[in-house]
Structure formats: structure tokens, C-alpha cells
């Protein structure tokens, strides 16, 4: 099983609506998650992280963790075209490493 | 904003060489790494660096490669005798304590011929 899994896509989303991103992990000591965008040849930039079930909101961006179903999710309100791009989930592990899944690449539709 | 520099942006190196990567983390933080990511596939962790010392590395990160911080600025990635599947973009970050302000910079890519 892999540590962190995340749907590879394509994901299309018309501009305007709601894309939602989702992942699962595995180990369920797990505190900490990670939300990162990456553009084709580029570096990961975050967006976000979550460390408590719930939601967590930064402008058109949401984070969800429901640790009992060890699933986290992103969900991008009012989706522009400047969105599509490739969103990486990645979980905190011990020593300060980043373990990532594959990434869902998402294209938002003008 | 404060950024982690990488050196060179591209490098293109002959099977069996030794290449440096090098990269510049943010002043104050106190963690460094280093990742690469094989094009198509997922960002994977080689090592990370505290106090002068690896304190975590992957099975990739096998005696072929070392880290090294050569002064009070720069961490590099040697790599040695290099293979073709090698070839990936290397990307170092560095963060504060925790998660704190853990930053990418903008990746070195190797490509082995």
C-alpha cells in the first residue's frame, strides 16, 4: 500500500466551480499534511497544511483531514484558469522528511 | 519573500561523472534536504541535514551520493559516477523548526547522457 495516494487525473473543472482534490495515506500516526502546487517544471509551492480534523480556509482555498478515514482533501472554490496545475498531498514524518503522493494534475476549463 | 537559491538551473553530465548540485537555503533555518523527482513521477525524499549532520536518508541515498556543508551558506549534493537514471529535476529546501517555513527552491535538472 502506498503511504500517500492521490487520484493522478486528469481532473477537469469548468472555470468558476469548485475543484476538489483528494488523499489518503496510510500510516495513521500521521499529525501533520501538506497541500502543494506545482506547475510543469517548477518547484512545489505550498498552499497550505492542516494538523486538526476539520476544515481549514485561506481565501479561495479549503483543507479537510478527517483522521479517522486518514483522508485529506482540497477543495478550490471559484476556479481560475491559473489553478490547472498539478496539487501534490503530502504527510509529515518523523526527521522533518515530506512524503508525497503522486499528485493530481487539474485543468481548469475557460 | 525569502528564497532558496539552486545551482546550476540545468546540468547536463557525461555517464560516470561526478557532479555538484548546490544550493543556497533561507539564513536562519536550520534544516536542509534534498529531494528529486524523475519527470512523470512523484517528489521523493533522499536526506535530510540538521547540525551538520544527515539525520534521515532514503534507500535511494546510497553511497553514491553525500551532502555536504562547506561553509555557514551553502549545502551541496555530490553525486558520484553518475548513472543514466540519475536524470531527474533536484530540488533543496530548508525549513525552520518543524514544518516552519519549509521552502523549495526552484530545482536543478541533471540530465545524464
Known amino acids: 500500500q502506498k503511504e500517500v495516494e492521490q487520484n493522478s487525473g486528469p481532473l477537469s473543472v469548468p472555470e468558476g466551480a469548485i475543484a476538489s482534490l483528494n488523499c489518503t495515506y496510510s500510516?495513521?500516526?500521521?499529525?501533520?499534511f501538506f497541500w502543494y502546487r506545482q506547475y510543469s517544471g517548477k518547484s512545489p509551492e505550498l498552499i497550505m497544511f492542516?494538523?486538526?480534523?476539520g476544515d481549514k480556509e485561506d481565501g479561495r482555498f479549503t483543507a479537510q483531514l478527517n483522521k479517522a478515514s486518514q483522508y485529506v482533501s482540497l477543495l478550490i472554490r471559484d476556479s481560475q484558469p491559473s489553478d490547472s496545475a498539478t496539487y501534490l498531498c503530502?504527510?509529515?514524518?518523523?526527521?522533518?522528511?515530506?512524503?508525497f503522493g503522486q499528485g493530481t494534475r487539474l485543468t481548469i476549463n475557460p | 519573500e525569502p528564497e532558496v537559491t539552486q545551482t546550476p538551473s540545468h546540468q547536463v553530465t557525461q555517464m560516470g561523472q561526478e557532479v555538484i548540485l548546490r544550493c543556497v537555503p533561507i539564513?536562519?533555518?536550520?534544516?536542509f534536504y534534498w529531494y528529486r523527482q524523475i519527470l512523470g513521477q512523484k517528489v521523493e525524499f533522499l536526506v535530510s541535514?540538521?547540525?551538520?549532520?544527515?539525520?534521515?536518508k532514503s534507500e535511494i541515498f546510497d553511497d553514491q551520493f553525500s551532502v555536504e556543508r562547506p561553509d555557514g551558506s551553502n549545502f551541496t549534493l555530490k553525486i558520484r559516477s553518475t548513472k543514466l537514471e540519475d536524470s531527474a529535476m533536484y530540488f533543496c529546501?530548508?525549513?525552520?523548526?518543524?514544518?516552519?517555513?519549509?521552502?523549495f527552491g526552484s530545482g536543478t535538472r541533471l540530465t545524464v547522457v
Open positions: 541535514f540538521y547540525n551538520n549532520e544527515i539525520s534521515e
Open positions: 539564513s536562519n533555518h536550520l534544516y
Open positions: 492542516i494538523y486538526s480534523n
Open positions: 529546501a530548508s525549513s525552520g523548526q518543524g514544518a516552519y517555513g519549509y521552502t
Open positions: 503530502a504527510v509529515w514524518r518523523g526527521a522533518q522528511k515530506l512524503v
Open positions: 500510516d495513521r500516526g500521521s499529525q501533520s
